[in-house]
């Protein structure tokens, strides 16, 4: 008996073991699980007057083993079997569920799995239907010799579909199991009560009435066949009479985009381990295993980012424009902006691809990032216009992990331009942590006749027993896929066991739910997906990067062989794992530019004459703080040096020549090319090169220490010399005889120094000033890069407009300490003392130098020729104006003498004056003693 529940696809079915004793009944709930992913096509091939002769069917090795990983999936789940998933067993359970898998062969195509998938659902007549008695009774074995084991002991999956597999060895007196392997006998006819060759009709109404009626009878097996062979019988009749209640879907985007949508309207559930499409996001019966491209974008983007060091800052998109092409590169655009990588679009159509090719050459983008289904037309197109298979040019293609198997080869008569096409190239797969059982259960099928058998027995829609007659199945390597294929199907089969699940005989919306509920460790890492979208969660999903190169060792006279490296995997515990450096066309391991070199750039040298003039001012005030300093020891002995303190004098005159030596590396950084291929290469805003310009930063650090310290010992000198003689003088006019001496008065130069070098040195380890070449952004070419920028030093944070303000600040207290105390010389030192006079017209002009050059100094800051020029000239003209005014008047009154009486009187004087001042205000006269 049958039990069926309205609109779902999944019955409890009767099974009934016919053996030596007495029959026994098995209820089991079976429904059928359509796989429609595709493994050939199909080619059509003309005469010469285009008239086809024959259609050539070709198989593809690497979607043929991921129908295989498919079918050893729900060979697995229905046999319990742990082999490949140690954890399978437990996660099952106690779960009554069993499903039977057709397979049927898309052929890439949406329009043809579609035509498959009606016809299992038998909404369109199968194929083979008329020729259905032809195969009921007897299991088809197309023509190879029959298989006299089975890999371990084990039916196929349509034996422990059908049936209860159980335990009792072979021999017993209970009947035999139907998953063991008893000795081969004439099998006779199964004794089934139900005549499974009766044609269906193709009214709905029919149909449905017909499926029911047949499964209102157990199926009856017989333990004198062989599992395999019964399984092949109880797969045909179950098959045949039911619906898919799932579908594991294609490969291509495309073609999944419609079969999401027919089976939505048959509503049934989608699963598929391969489209990554994000717009197949957005249909509320569809499930992946895979992560859509939105992660394989970030990976792609990550790995030009930070892998290549951050050079490639320019990226060509080719891209095939249908779903997968287009979702794909709006990921990569949306990752590109978050990385700072400027991504360009390239979309082709098969019939458009020269003329994309074309336009990708002139746009001169030297990396390229190709997302093809068509590879060998694309890469042969590229390569007859030079843009591969070129020094200057890197390709990075999508999901290309057929080019690194051990097989992959290319014929020497045919396929040369491939060859130099491919070598140098690289690809970005899924990568899954390897899973040794997986892989040998994989590898079992290249010598496994059972396993093969039991393969071409699920096959379906193109008589496909037939056409892999004299088929010899190739060695495996791993596709990429293989992993999260094999995990799909487990994933329904979990879902189909769910406890959750409101009815044994679950509905197709119902399993979706249960679907996105589900979550185990599969062969591809933990699978859970999301419950909006039924994509793969991210989370612990691997990219890797490999590159191939022809391999000389491997080929042979006939065919082109390569050789694979892991370069990178992106994502996991660890965000990036490099394995081998990336090996290039010209196979070194230098990643060559990411642009073509700049034509011409401006890059607004400081020329040779302007830093001559800026030099010569300089070399002016060094020579004159050298004249004044040596003037000023060597005659230090006459009254006018002797009055204005030698000492501080040629403190001054070291002063002005160390500020003005600041001019020298002033220069430096506008006059430089460093930086310049940098900016060429970039989009204009890269880093420098930090060995190139370990000497301009040191030159940029030098101009504050020398102009800051210069300053310092010049206006801490004048403080210095114009407090001593204030002391002097308050001693004399209060009559009291004292001595102060230099040492007295160094106060001002310590406190000067201390503030100065504390601040200089938080600038040179808080945020010093580091060379940089700044792009002109108005003025850039078709790659944004600009074609003119300046060499300037920059601080690298913010903190270093608070240390210099403060800087500022002190050393303008400096200033307004010496206009202090030359104003207060004025009343109480004698003229011949005094410098006040000088110092007063000194500021006045150093303040008018800077009012008038400092906002200057500030609007031609992008200008290093302006900025050099304008600053030398303000610090040369500060240096020049406090010498000249403090040493010209001595120098014109170097020859007149002065004695002492006049100083004298002329203290005595002052003295009278400040005493009528006080007290009563009678002046007092007390008679001058004479000096001789």
């Known amino acids: 008996m049958s039990e069926r529940r309205e609109g779902s696809n999944v019955v409890w079915l009767d099974v009934m073991e016919v053996g030596e004793t007495t029959p026994r009944r098995k209820r089991r709930r079976v429904g059928k699980l359509l796989g429609l992913q595709g493994y050939s096509s199909t080619t059509t091939v003309l005469d010469d007057s285009n008239n086809i002769t024959q259609q050539v069917r070709t198989i593809n090795k690497n979607f043929l083993y991921n129908a295989v990983a498919s079918f050893l999936a729900a060979k697995h789940f229905n046999e319990r079997r742990g082999d490949i998933l140690p954890q399978l067993p437990e996660l099952i359970g106690d779960c009554d569920f069993y499903f039977t898998y057709e397979y049927r062969d898309g ?21 083979s239907s008329t020729a259905a008695s032809d195969a009921q009774e007897q299991p088809t074995h197309s023509q190879r010799p029959p298989s006299t084991s089975l890999r371990d002991g084990h039916s196929t999956v349509a034996a422990s579909t059908s049936v209860a597999s159980t335990n009792s060895p072979a021999g017993s007196t209970s009947s035999p199991p139907i998953t063991s392997t008893p000795h081969r006998t004439d099998p006779p006819r199964s004794s089934s009560t139900i005549d499974w060759t009766q044609p269906f009709s193709h009214r709905p109404e029919d149909r449905q009435r017909q499926r029911r009626g047949q499964l209102e009878e157990p199926v009856t097996t017989s333990s004198n066949l062989t599992a395999h062979e019964n399984a092949t019988i109880l797969q045909r009749k179950v098959t045949e009479a039911l619906e898919p209640f799932a579908v594991y879907g294609a490969y291509w985007s495309r073609v999944t985009k419609v079969l999401a949508m027919v089976t939505q309207g048959l509503q049934i559930p989608y699963i598929t381990g391969g489209s990554t499409s994000a717009e197949l996001n957005y249909y509320p019966l569809f499930s992946r295993t895979v992560p859509d491209n939105d992660a394989d974008a970030h990976a792609a983007m990550k790995v030009y980012h930070e892998f290549f060091g951050g050079q490639v800052t320019h990226v060509a998109c080719l891209f095939i424009q249908d779903s997968w092409g287009v979702n794909y590169h709006a990921s990569l655009s949306k990752y590109a902006n978050q990385f700072g990588i400027n991504l360009i679009a390239f979309a082709y159509e098969a019939d458009t691809i020269e003329r994309t090719i074309l336009s990708l050459k002139q746009a001169d983008y030297r990396y390229v990032y190709a997302i093809m289904h068509d590879w060998k037309q694309v890469l042969r197109i590229a390569h007859k216009h030079d843009i591969i298979g070129h020094p200057d040019y890197v390709w990075i293609a999508a999901e290309e992990k057929k080019w690194t198997g051990d097989d992959f080869e290319l014929s ?43 393969f ?53 919306p119902e399993l979706q739910q249960s679907i996105l509920q589900t979550q185990f ?52 515990e660890e965000e990036i794992a490099n394995h081998h450096p990336f090996v290039f066309f010209d196979n070194t391991t230098n990643a060559p530019p990411a642009l073509p070199p700049l034509v011409h750039e401006d890059l607004n040298l400081i020329p040779m004459r302007a830093q001559l003039f800026g030099y010569l001012l300089a070399s002016i005030v060094i020579l004159g703080s050298i004249v004044c300093a040596y003037w000023t020891h060597s005659k230090k002995d006459i009254f006018v040096l002797r009055a204005a303190q030698p ?128 792009p002109n952004e108005e003025n850039v070419d078709e790659f944004g890069r ?15 407009h608070y240390l210099l303000g403060t800087l500022f600040i002190t050393n303008f207290f400096g200033v307004v300490t010496v206009t202090r105390e030359a104003y207060n010389s004025q009343s109480t030192v004698p003229s011949e003392l005094n410098d006040a006079d000088s110092l007063s017209w000194a500021m006045l002009s ?22 050099f020029l304008v600053g030398s000239s303000l610090v040369c003209v500060c240096c020049l104006t406090i010498l000249l ?22 203290i005595n004087s002052m003295r009278h004056s400040n005493l009528a001042r006080s007290g009563s205000g009678i002046p007092i006269s007390r008679p001058t003693p004479s000096v001789p």
């Open 107 to 127: 052929q890439w195509s949406a329009l043809e799995a579609a035509k498959q998938l009606l016809q299992s659902s038998h909404i369109l007549p199968s194929q």
């Open 412 to 454: 020497r008569q045919e396929d040369q331009d491939l060859a130099m096409a491919l070598h140098g190239i690289g690809t970005i797969n899924l990568y899954f942590d390897p899973v040794h059982r997986f892989e040998r259960a994989m590898e079992e099928m290249a010598w496994s006749e059972s396993l093969q058998q039991e």
């Open 456 to 508: 071409i027995d699920i096959q379906r829609g193109h008589d496909d027993t037939v056409f892999f007659d004299n088929y010899t199945f190739p060695h495996y390597d791993p596709t990429g896929f293989d992993n999260v294929i094999f995990d799909a199907v487990i994933a329904m089969g979990l879902a189909a066991c769910s406890k959750e699940l409101p009815s044994p005989l679950f509905t197709g």
């Open 521 to 572: 460790e599969g062969v591809s890492g933990h699978v859970q997906f999301d419950p909006k979208t039924g994509t793969r969660l991210v989370d612990g999903v691997k990219y890797s990067l490999e590159y191939i190169l022809l391999s000389d060792a491997r080929s042979d006279k006939d065919y082109y062989r390569f050789q694979s490296n892991m370069v990178v995997v992106i994502g996991g």
């Open 647 to 774: 000492f501080f004098l040629i403190q001054v005159c070291l002063g002005t020549l160390i500020m003005a030596m600041s001019v020298y590396p002033w220069s430096l950084p506008g006059a430089s090319e460093a930086g310049a291929s940098t900016i060429s290469s970039s989009n204009g805003h890269g880093g420098q090169d930090a060995d190139s310009t370990w000497g301009l930063d040191m030159a940029c650090m030098s101009v504050l220490w020398l102009g800051f310290l210069g300053f310092a010992i010049i206006f801490s000198a004048l403080t210095s010399k114009i407090w001593r003689i204030n002391q002097v003088m308050t001693f004399g006019l209060r009559f009291r005889h004292a001595t102060v001496r230099v040492g007295n008065v160094m106060l001002p130069l310590y406190l000067s120094f201390a503030v100065n070098i504390t601040m200089l040195l938080c600038i040179n380890f808080v945020s010093p000033l580091q060379y940089e070449r700044i």
């Open 786 to 800: 600009s074609l003119e920028s300046y060499g300037t030093c920059r601080p690298t944070n913010l903190k270093f």
């Open 846 to 867: 150093i303040l008018e130098t800077l009012m008038l050059g400092g906002p200057i100094l500030l609007v031609v800051g992008d200008n290093p020729t302006a900025f």
């Open 885 to 906: 005014l403090l040493f010209v008047p001595k120098y014109r009154d170097r020859h007149e003498t002065h004695d002492m009486q006049s100083v004298v009187n002329a």
